[in-house]
């Protein structure tokens, strides 16, 4: 999701309310790995991601990816995350941890600051290195549960308490509160500009995932969740999975 959000998709997002409530009406049969009662009509809006990928995103992509020097979109990618900074820090605090708590601010001063607006990252240069957290994760220590996959419309794939975490992450973020619209255009287009610089850098790695799978559906559902619960801890793989949409549609 967009990491500052206009004020028409707010009704989007009580849309995508609305599905998570109804895949929560039926349970997992036992023995599966996934929760995924609503099967069918989550492979429905797979195709139609597919589609849009295939029209929209693939090809805006490669030309900002081809138009735009590294170095430059490097520093947008930059800026994005520091607009994500106090998001990850409140979070942090409300999981307990002090400690990345304190850090996500002391990252977040410098590179807004010495960083300019965040294009550089002299954070990390003095080991303030970037620990991202977001309330579906504060969820998860709370001890919600996973709850069911909802493959939601140009986002991708969440479980029902990620994506809780990610409706509520839109309001916990301060500047959601600061920037209104249309004063939060610049950082909607950066947020944008950084979706587009992932899906160039992992084209390979997604156009083989989403065009020459068997079943880029079941591919693309197993590798969110095995990234998602590694990432939660609550895998014992060594490995993650590598989740097509975790940087495109799902930050």
Same mark, same amino acid.
């Given at each position: 999701?967009?990491?500052?959000?206009?004020?028409? +998709?707010?009704?989007?997002?009580?849309?995508?309310?609305?599905?998570?409530?109804?895949?929560?009406?039926?349970?997992?049969?036992?023995?599966?790995?996934?929760?995924?009662?609503?099967?069918?009509?989550?492979?429905?809006?797979?195709?139609?991601?597919?589609?849009?990928?295939?029209?929209?995103?693939?090809?805006?992509?490669?030309?900002?990816?081809?138009?735009?020097?590294?170095?430059?979109?490097?520093?947008?990618?930059?800026?994005?995350?520091?607009?994500?900074?106090?998001?990850?820090?409140?979070?942090?605090?409300?999981?307990?941890?002090?400690?990345?708590?304190?850090?996500?601010?002391?990252?977040?001063?410098?590179?807004?600051?010495?960083?300019?607006?965040?294009?550089?990252?002299?954070?990390?240069?003095?080991?303030?290195?970037?620990?991202?957290?977001?309330?579906?994760?504060?969820? +998860?220590?709370?001890?919600?549960?996973?709850?069911?996959?909802?493959?939601?419309?140009?986002?991708?794939?969440?479980?029902?308490?990620?994506?809780?975490?990610?409706?509520?992450?839109?309001?916990?973020?301060?500047?959601?509160?600061?920037?209104?619209?249309?004063?939060?255009?610049?950082?909607?287009?950066?947020?944008?500009?950084? +979706?587009?610089?992932?899906?160039?850098?992992?084209?390979?790695?997604?156009?083989?995932?989403?065009?020459?799978?068997?079943?880029?559906?079941?591919?693309?559902?197993?590798?969110?969740?095995?990234?998602?619960?590694?990432?939660?801890?609550?895998?014992?793989?060594?490995?993650?999975?590598?989740?097509?949409?975790?940087?495109?549609?799902?930050?």
């Amino acid at each position: 999701m967009s990491k500052i959000q206009p004020q028409e +998709y707010r009704s989007q997002l009580l849309a995508l309310t609305a599905i998570t409530a109804l895949a929560g009406c039926v349970t997992a049969q036992p023995g599966q790995e996934f929760n995924d009662p609503i099967e069918p009509v989550n492979r429905a809006v797979h195709s139609f991601n597919v589609g849009v990928d295939r029209v929209a995103y693939r090809p805006a992509s490669i030309a900002y990816g081809t138009v735009i020097p590294q170095p430059i979109r490097q520093g947008v990618s930059n800026m994005a995350e520091t607009i994500d900074t106090p998001k990850r820090a409140i979070n942090s605090f409300l999981q307990g941890n002090i400690e990345n708590g304190f850090h996500n601010t002391a990252r977040f001063i410098l590179n807004a600051t010495g960083g300019v607006l965040g294009f550089f990252d002299p954070a990390s240069t003095i080991g303030l290195d970037e620990r991202n957290t977001d309330f579906g994760e504060t969820l +998860y220590v709370w001890g919600a549960e996973e709850g069911a996959i909802v493959n939601t419309p140009f986002f991708g794939p969440y479980t029902q308490r990620h994506l809780t975490g990610e409706i509520v992450d839109i309001f916990l973020n301060p500047f959601s509160l600061i920037l209104n619209w249309p004063n939060n255009v610049p950082a909607v287009t950066v947020t944008l500009a950084d +979706y587009a610089a992932d899906r160039y850098d992992f084209r390979d790695t997604l156009d083989t995932v989403l065009y020459e799978s068997t079943d880029s559906y079941a591919q693309t559902r197993q590798a969110y969740l095995e990234n998602r619960r590694f990432r939660l801890g609550a895998t014992n793989e060594e490995d993650a999975f590598f989740d097509p949409y975790e940087e495109l549609y799902a930050e």
